[in-house]
T-cell receptor
Framework: GQNIDQPTEMTATEGAIVQINCTYQ??????LFWYQQHAGEAPTFLSY??LDGLEEKGRFSSFLSRSKGYSYLLLKELQMKDSASYLC??????????WGAGTKLIIKP | GAVVSQHPSWVICKSGTSVKIECRSL??????MFWYRQFPKQSLMLMAT?????????EQGVEKDKFLINHASLTLSTLTVTSAHPEDSSFYIC????????????FGPGTRLTVL
């Protein structure tokens, strides 16, 4: 079956670095997405990886290892506004997104 | 670019009534639109996938006669919740695909439905 695993909740300190891991199993693979979702709002796109390696975009970076079925989202210089849920989603061979349950990130001062 | 709107943003209705939610891609043509439902503290649940001009494909467990989806044009899809009940109260989110090479889905802001 198809499955996405990511931690339910993480806590970090303002100004620090946090890494949110995601493992996936899908029928075929057409890329790995990370979305940010604030409470009561729709998800917003953060990153997309289809090749192995690290993609850096400002304070956020995303890594993919296709052979391991593994990705992580790295957030640097954490700000209070980064408190949100982070959703990992893998795109299968039918171009359908398989969603993880999301990781709730709590930032403390 | 790649803006998706939803209307209404929130709606409160009585049990037994029907509610229509519109999803529009404002600056691109969406070949595929997706409808999701999200209950509090849970992840997105895909309800159905619709392609312009054809019938929607519903996920297992989603009643197609209760959740009517129409994708009449490349910029508009509608979801009608028929004979709504309190258990249908949820956050309904649409997304549209068709612009990005990576098949990225662009999300609407969501519609919060409360059925009394």
């Amino acid at each position: 079956g198809q499955n996405i695993d990511q931690p339910t909740e993480m806590t970090a300190t303002e100004g620090a670095i946090v890494q949110i891991n995601c493992t996936y199993q899908t029928s075929g693979f057409n890329g790995l997405f990370w979305y940010q979702q604030h409470a009561g709002e729709a998800p917003t796109f953060l990153s997309y990886n289809v090749l192995d390696g690290l993609e850096e975009k400002g304070r956020f970076s995303s890594f993919l290892s296709r052979s391991k079925g593994y990705s992580y989202l790295l957030l640097k210089e954490l700000q209070m506004k980064d408190s949100a849920s982070y959703l990992c989603a893998a795109m299968d061979s039918n171009y359908q997104l398989i969603w993880g349950a999301g990781t709730k990130l709590i930032i403390k001062p | 670019g790649a803006v998706v709107s939803q209307h209404p943003s929130w709606v409160i209705c009585k049990s037994g009534t029907s509610v229509k939610i519109e999803c529009r891609s404002l600056d691109f043509q969406a070949t595929t639109m997706f409808w999701y439902r999200q209950f509090p503290k849970q992840s997105l649940m895909l309800m159905a996938t619709s392609n312009e001009g054809s019938k929607a494909t519903y996920e297992q467990g989603v009643e197609k006669d209760k959740f009517l989806i129409n994708h009449a044009s490349l910029t508009l899809s509608t979801l009608t919740v028929t004979s709504a009940h309190p258990e249908d109260s949820s956050f309904y989110i649409c997304s549209a695909q068709g612009l990005a090479e990576n098949n990225e889905q662009f999300f609407g802001p969501g519609t919060r439905l409360t059925v009394l």
